[in-house]
């Protein structure tokens, strides 16, 4: 039993995880179109979704918007000291390591 599920129990503990996910992926798209208004609304959304579903009360703090508008920047941030040479490079690794598995 995880932790998650010994405080609100199995079927929380997924949706905790699934708010998660969206959230992250919602952060992911944001990073890549940081302009887009309407995406970030979406993302903040997300955000408070994922932040309240793990609150007992299922309401949000300040310390969680804040938190939210750091995963933002962080996101941001993050995307554009990113390489795109190296992604694709790493791409190529993983390709090469799959075909020398599939042997």
């Known amino acids: 039993m995880g932790f998650l599920d010994s405080i609100f129990g199995k079927?929380?503990?997924?949706?905790?995880?699934?708010?998660k996910e969206v959230y992250r992926k919602f952060?992911?798209?944001?990073a890549q179109n940081p302009t887009h208004e309407y995406l970030k609304q979406l993302t903040v959304e997300a955000g408070q979704n994922y932040y309240a579903s793990k609150r007992k009360n299922g309401?949000?703090?300040?310390?969680?918007?804040?938190?939210i508008l750091q995963d933002l920047e962080k996101a941001v941030m993050e995307n554009a000291s990113h390489d795109p040479n190296e992604e694709a490079e790493l791409r190529r690794l993983y390709e090469d390591?799959?075909?020398k598995e599939a042997e």
Do not use: G, S
């Open 59 to 67: 309401k949000l703090t300040p310390e969680d918007e804040e938190i």
């Open 97 to 99: 390591y799959r075909k």
């Open 27 to 30: 952060l992911f798209n944001y």
């Open 11 to 19: 079927d929380k503990e997924e949706v905790i995880n699934n708010n």
